[in-house]
């Protein structure tokens, strides 16, 4: 097959290698020179385990070539952003740009296929209606699918290949015609259905994991008022074979379980997706209680220096956006206090990053916000000479919280009414 792939994000370009490496011949197109050259020079624009060395290859055998404007194809898998707007209503203009860009070069028997998480009903609408006003029928000139990612950056290249996927078509031959190709890479079990379903089906696996979250994050909240440890109860309750409650935190930051549930919100209304929004509004407090605490312990953090330790979403990737650390910063420092970030994992970052040495000089209160592995391995001796305040606040619970207080550390640990322990 040729195939073009428009979109080389975290998902278009491992997309686009993998179906070049197994047997198809493969255009990457991407409107940003920027990102092209990049992929060129190092094989990704971003850090992900396994995608360079990857990609440099299937560019060294020739399957794969890179272009900014896509050419006539069989298939054109669209694998563009679909962020939310201000008002928090979904915006299609990146893949609407995209589809535009095939119409000039898109054929009767081509095959298209929508991979970004889109309202329900966007491949039957949107997609369909664009292909209509090139004079196709899109039952029967073309085959519309909508094949949804499923992967979870840090673990892409083999969540890519291992996950089942589902893929839903317009007609039952192009679900099928879907599958056939996916097929070349996917081992995992690819389950058919209508497209519509298939992008409900995305929407929900991302919303069943930020309600999930969010009962967490309450427990969080209630947890400390009733001297208990929210650590603790969730380990236990989980210890049942039916009960399975996610991880409390600072927030629930990336740009896909933080944005998904308000394509359903905006689809359904607020009447009917009211737990839906009711997770959305805990997960994004969680910032503000984390501030809050720091601030309670302080007094004030008017005038502190605080060390903010993480700025990435979460824990051993480099992506900071929509990250929970970048609320903390703003809120932090809109209080008055002089906030250095340290982040061993992001490159490019919206505040000001900085040696782990240089965030902890002089501060008054450490707070971890994200948790990559290597903030786990940090001990007092690290952090002794260089601190102004013995003050630990891990909103992540990654630290070892008896080591520091035996080392003279005052300790908070988000959602622990156990953890305020005064040092010995
Ligand atoms: N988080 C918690 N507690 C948890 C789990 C996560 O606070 O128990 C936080 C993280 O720290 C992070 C945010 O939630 O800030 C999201 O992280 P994540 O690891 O849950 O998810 P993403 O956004 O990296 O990837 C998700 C995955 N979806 C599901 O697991 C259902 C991935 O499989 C999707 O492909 C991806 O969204 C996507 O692109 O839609």
Redesign the pocket.
Known sequence: MKVCVIGLGYIGLPTAAMLAKNGNTVLGVDVSPAVLESIRKNGAPAEEPGLREFVMATLDSGKLTLSGTPEPSDVFILCLPTPIKKDRTPDLDYVESGMASILTVLKRGDMVILES?VPPGTTAGLVADMVRSKGFDPMKDLDLAFAP?????GNIMREIQELDRVMGGLTPRASERAKNLYSCFVKGQIHLTDATTAEFV?LV??S??DIN?AF?NELARISPGLGINVWEVIEIANRHPRVNI????P????????V?PYFIIDSAGPELAKLLSAAREVNSSMPLVAVSRLEDEMGTVKGKKIALLGIA???NVGDPRE??SLEIFRMLEKRGAKVTAHDPFVKISPVPLHTLEETLRDSDAIIIAT?HSAFSKLTPADAKKLVRGKLMFDTRNVIDPAAWKKAGWTVLILGDGKSRVKPE
């Open positions: 998480t990612e499923r992967v979870i950056p995305k696996e991302n069943y994991r979250i967490a996610h991880t409390p935190g927030g629930v930051g990336g740009h896909c379980i933080a998904d979403y979460k824990g990250s929970p948790n």
